[in-house]
């Protein structure tokens, strides 16, 4: 079951607050999969349980205006310089990464 959970440091831009709600995570097709339902935690403990919706793939410099005010709330370079923390052992030129859009579960 752990591998059906996408836990989250931060409630960026309250979206975990929403019925639907992105997440940029490291490419993992194995454990990332549109129509898999996950527990959502914050900080380990329990949110919610939504499913994947849709994923689009990006690359750490392709992160627009657009997807970073949905995910975090911020610039696309504060976005960015977000990322490149979180990840700081990860090459992110060449590392893909998955903006995710998840639903919740009623």
């Known amino acids: 079951m752990s591998s059906?959970?996408?836990n989250f440091s931060t409630n960026w831009n309250n979206k975990l607050n929403c019925t639907s709600f992105t997440t940029l995570r490291l490419k993992?097709?194995?454990?990332?999969?549109?129509g898999r339902e996950y527990e959502i935690?914050?900080?380990?403990?329990?949110?919610?349980?939504?499913?994947?919706?849709?994923i689009k793939t990006t690359y750490c410099n392709q992160i627009n205006e657009f997807i970073a005010h949905i995910?975090?709330?911020y610039?696309?370079?504060?976005?960015q310089n977000i990322i490149k923390k979180m990840?700081?052992?990860?090459?992110?030129?060449?590392?893909?990464?998955s903006f995710i859009l998840l639903k919740s579960v009623k």
């Open 71 to 73: 995910d975090t709330g």
């Open 75 to 79: 610039s696309a370079q504060e976005t």
């Open 87 to 97: 990840y700081p052992k990860i090459d992110l030129e060449k590392q893909p990464l």
């Open 28 to 34: 993992n097709s194995n454990k990332y999969q549109i």
């Open 4 to 6: 059906n959970i996408i």
């Open 41 to 54: 935690r914050l900080k380990n403990k329990f949110k919610k349980n939504a499913t994947i919706q849709a």
